[in-house]
């Protein structure tokens, strides 16, 4: 049988494990039209989780449309716009008749053919002449509502945060003008740098105040790992011990892609009785497929956050500012504590929880391991 773990990227059927409460929930906002901000740390589950709501969302009765638009890599209101009306091709898949839709809402555009290089099939392309507007994505939207007249309408904006580097003066009260005649479509905001996304939609001075329900997404409990993967096991007909599956799950920290990947890497292995070796030889495995990625993260760190976060991985981030303990790792004054802190909590790098904490586990176990 095939190895049924994947790490990279959206995963689907038997991969994906558990989500039960949170499928429940999104799916009484969304029947409703609420709009939501889902968020987590990277890595956590949220595309993934989007798409098993699809799949939901396709079996109700009446029927929903959904529409799933990636912000990644979008610049600019433009590209925005872009986005949103490529995205139609995935309700409309008749391309002649969607290009006149279109067409008829928005004048400048240009259409072109477009082959989608995983499924092969035709997509459609859409660019601007130069005389693009704000007007166009007032209008890309309101197609977007026109869609929903007949049939209610879940439209995802992942990685939403990437709005936050469009220069465009009034481009979120533009969206958000829109969005509120839209009874009878739920949006769904995604995305993973809570800092940008709080701001959005809870700074009183913005345009999103309060335009979402929030709904963080946390990680996966421990039991549900172990049914899951027990029984993935079991299909190829392979034992593995809860107690196994729980050393892993608490080593990971209960992270999604985390997990995944040791459960990966201990299927290609043929003991698996062995706890504690087999856990520790995964996880240099895990440290050395994420090499690159730290060191260009550590890379980018000032000297004072290096040492910061070495601090932090001393002392699990209680009673930091100990003379001795600074003395440790080569810092001088708490103050450069502080303000290193202040850094690393803005790019989401340490969360304050009571203590300080590095997010990503493996990361933290990098840093303990490598880093010199
Ligand atoms: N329900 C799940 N069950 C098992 N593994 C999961 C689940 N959800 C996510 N994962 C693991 O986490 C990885 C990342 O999932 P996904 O891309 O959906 O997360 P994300 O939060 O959208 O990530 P990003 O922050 O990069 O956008 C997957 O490849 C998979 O290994
Ligand atoms: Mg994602």
């Known amino acids: 049988?095939?190895?049924?773990?994947?790490?990279?990227?959206?995963?689907?059927?038997?991969?994906?494990?558990?989500?039960?409460?949170?499928?429940?929930?999104?799916?009484?906002?969304?029947?409703?039209?609420?709009?939501?901000?889902?968020?987590?740390?990277?890595?956590?589950?949220?595309?993934?989780?989007?798409?098993?709501?699809?799949?939901?969302?396709?079996r109700q009765r009446p029927k929903f449309n959904t529409l799933y638009i990636d912000l990644y890599g979008t610049l600019s209101e433009k590209?925005?716009?872009?986005?949103?009306?490529?995205?139609?091709?995935?309700?409309?898949?008749?391309?002649?008749?969607?290009?006149?839709?279109?067409?008829?809402?928005i004048q400048s555009v240009k259409f072109g053919v477009s082959i989608d290089p995983v499924s092969g099939s035709p997509g459609m392309s859409i660019s601007f002449d130069s005389s693009y507007d704000e007007a166009v994505t007032v209008h890309a939207l309101k197609l977007l509502g026109s869609f929903s007249e007949h049939r209610k309408l879940v439209v995802v904006f992942d990685e939403f945060q990437e709005i936050a580097n469009y220069k465009q003066a009034g481009f979120e009260k533009r969206l958000r003008a829109i969005i509120q005649q839209h009874d009878n479509i739920s949006y769904i905001f995604c995305g993973s740098k809570r800092h940008i996304l709080?701001?959005?939609?809870?700074?009183?001075?913005?345009?999103?105040?309060?335009?979402?329900q929030s709904y963080p997404l946390e990680v996966i409990e421990t039991s549900h790992y172990v049914a899951w993967a027990k029984k993935l096991f079991g299909k190829a007909g392979r034992k593995i011990g809860a107690d196994l599956i729980e050393e892993i799950v608490s080593r990971c920290e209960n992270h999604p892609m985390y997990v995944q990947q040791f459960l990966f890497y201990l299927w290609e292995q043929t003991h698996t009785a062995i706890i504690g070796k087999t856990v520790a030889e995964t996880e240099r495995k895990v440290l050395q497929a994420s090499q690159n990625e730290f060191f260009n993260l550590w890379d980018s760190l000032s000297l004072n956050q290096k040492k910061t976060l070495k601090l932090i991985v001393l002392t699990n981030g209680k009673d930091m500012y100990y003379a001795n303990a600074l003395q440790s790792v080569g810092l001088k004054a708490g103050s450069q504590v502080s303000r290193a802190l202040e850094k690393l909590i803005l790019s989401d790098i340490v969360l304050k929880n009571g203590y300080y904490k590095i997010q990503d586990v493996m990361f933290k176990n990098w840093i303990r391991t490598f880093s010199n």
């Open 1 to 58: 049988m095939e190895n049924p773990f994947s790490y990279t990227g959206i995963v689907k059927g038997d991969a994906f494990c558990n989500r039960k409460t949170e499928l429940s929930e999104l799916l009484t906002f969304t029947k409703a039209s609420q709009n939501i901000l889902l968020y987590s740390h990277r890595r956590y589950g949220k595309s993934s989780l989007i798409f098993k709501l699809f799949e939901r969302l396709q």
């Open 79 to 105: 590209d925005f716009a872009t986005a949103a009306l490529t995205s139609l091709g995935q309700i409309e898949s008749r391309l002649e008749k969607l290009a006149q839709l279109v067409r008829g809402a």
């Open 198 to 212: 709080n701001d959005i939609f809870t700074n009183q001075n913005r345009a999103f105040y309060k335009l979402a």
